[in-house]
């Protein structure tokens, strides 16, 4: 027995409920660029919650949004509407000296352009030590074997007197995590670290970040066009469109012998009022377009493609059904 329910009527009852706890919070983030007269909406209405301690790759086709996503998250711009609260610092509201507090002190960056990571003229220990003494953290000799720990645990030491240009492109970005992290902040952002750096580079750089994730609990969000993130990370958030779609969880099974198996699952993200994006494969496998049937199953919901719809399901005949709630003209 299936039920059509009103679209509008299942999303009222989803309980509006109090933001729960998580290091990374947007709700409904809404992001509009005006340029000559002409909006472009580059969030609309993204939900995100990233738990503390957990290490998230946010992908994404080009013009999904991403970095509009990470310019927010890291201060640097203000959303347009929604929520927005990381390391326990409302970034809508937030006041010049917060926003320069939670900058120095609340999130680390890592960009793509080693360029943009690292002073030129100064060597990768010089470097790390910059943020530290402009945080005002500990006696020299505490800075000095802070910074050593940092770029033993990237695995750089053996650089730690090269200036930029004297270091490979994924040593340069191992020793930008180690700066972005040196002042020990709540949250490590990534964006596109490994876009200048080839495939073998790329995972050294994305086991870096993963083992500084381990060793200190920073909260850590990569966003990358890279699909082999996935195979890093334990959970990998799909934006389409400037709102998170799907989600793949990667966990590690034991089976009966003792052998270790790597187990993806891919889901469709469920807003708070039961809004989703179906993947764009399944839109065009079944051409569904303007709008959809749905039916509740004891353990599922189906979806038909709007003039076929549940009635046509074998054994039922098209008018059996006195559900068929009013679709047309919604
Ligand atoms: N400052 C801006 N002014 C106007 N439009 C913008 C601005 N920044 C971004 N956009 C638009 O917002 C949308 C999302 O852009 P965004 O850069 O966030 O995407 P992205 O997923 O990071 O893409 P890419 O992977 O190519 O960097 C695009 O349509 C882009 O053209």
Redesign the pocket.
């Known amino acids: 027995m299936s039920t059509l329910i009103p679209i509008d009527e299942g999303a009222a009852v989803v309980p509006e409920g109090p933001v729960p706890g998580g290091e990374i919070l947007c709700r409904d983030l809404v992001r509009i660029?005006a340029?000559d007269g002409v909006e472009?909406q580059?969030l609309q209405g993204l939900n995100l919650t990233v738990d503390p301690g957990e290490i998230v790759a946010v992908v994404?086709?080009?013009?999904?949004?991403?970095?509009?996503?990470l310019t927010i998250l890291s201060g640097l711009d203000t959303p347009t509407g929604g929520s927005c609260v990381v390391a326990g610092t409302d970034l809508l509201t937030m006041t010049h000296r917060q926003r320069v507090a939670y900058q120095r002190r609340s999130v680390g960056f890592v960009w793509q352009q080693t360029s943009r990571n690292l002073l030129p003229y100064l060597s990768a220990a010089e470097n790390v030590r910059v943020p530290l003494e402009l945080a005002g953290t500990g006696r020299p000799r505490e800075r000095a074997r802070r910074v050593a720990d940092l770029l033993e645990l990237l695995e750089v030491g053996h650089v730690a007197d090269r200036r930029p240009g004297q270091m490979s492109g994924g040593e340069q970005q191992r020793v930008a995590v180690a700066v972005a992290v040196a002042n020990d902040p709540r949250v490590l952002l990534a964006d596109e670290p490994t876009g200048e750096l080839d495939e073998a580079t790329s995972a050294e750089v994305l086991e870096a970040l993963r083992g500084v994730n381990r060793e200190t609990g920073v909260t850590t969000l990569i966003v990358t066009?890279d699909p082999a993130v996935s195979e890093h990370v334990a959970r990998t958030v799909q934006?389409r469109d400037g709102r998170t779609s799907t989600e793949v969880l990667r966990r590690t099974e034991v089976d009966e012998h003792g052998a270790e198996r790597h187990v993806a699952e891919e889901f469709a993200v469920l807003d708070r009022v039961g809004r989703l994006q179906l993947p764009q494969d399944f839109v065009h496998a079944l051409d569904l377009k303007d709008r959809v049937r749905l039916a509740l199953e004891p353990d599922h919901v189906g979806v038909w493609p709007g003039a076929a719809g549940p009635a046509a399901r074998p054994g039922e005949q098209p008018g059996e059904r006195d559900d068929d709630g009013g679709e047309e003209g919604r």
Do not use: N
């Open positions: 660029f340029t472009v580059a994404g086709a080009s013009g999904s949004g991403k970095s509009t996503l066009h934006i």
